[in-house]
């Protein structure tokens, strides 16, 4: 079965930290992160390539950092936490091509793990 597992999460005060892993049952050559306020669209966070290529939102560029641990697993280490991040967050594999932080271009997804950055 193809799944992704996501772990990691939780709440912190801002200025805080938090580190997310997802590991999937298959290759995939793009992983990504997205996430998601109740009633918005998805959001792509970071993206990386198993060739470590990386694209991040503007919005967390300096403060998030994407990397691959394996062929098969991502991580997404965020720093200096705001508010404003608070969100569900979400893995995702199999980029069909096209936008790297488009969430339609991607296939697969994790079931989502809640941040909560609190002011």
């Known amino acids: 079965e193809e799944q992704l597992v996501e772990s990691g999460g939780g709440s912190v005060e801002a200025g805080g930290s938090l580190g997310l892993s997802c590991v999937a049952s298959?290759?995939?050559?793009?992983m990504a992160w997205f996430r998601q306020v109740s009633g918005k669209e998805r959001e792509g966070v970071a993206s990386?390539?198993?060739?470590?290529?990386t694209k991040y939102a503007d919005s967390v560029k300096g403060r998030f950092i994407v990397s691959r641990d394996s062929a098969k697993s991502v991580t997404l280490q965020m720093n200096s936490l705001k508010p404003e991040d608070t969100a569900t967050y979400y893995c995702?594999?199999?980029?069909?091509?096209?936008?790297?932080?488009?969430?339609?271009?991607?296939?697969?997804w994790g079931q989502g793990t809640q941040v909560t950055v609190s002011s």
């Open positions: 995702a594999a199999y980029f069909v091509g096209g936008d790297r932080l488009r969430a339609t271009d991607y296939e697969l």
């Open positions: 298959v290759y995939s050559a793009t």
């Open positions: 990386i390539s198993t060739g470590g290529v």
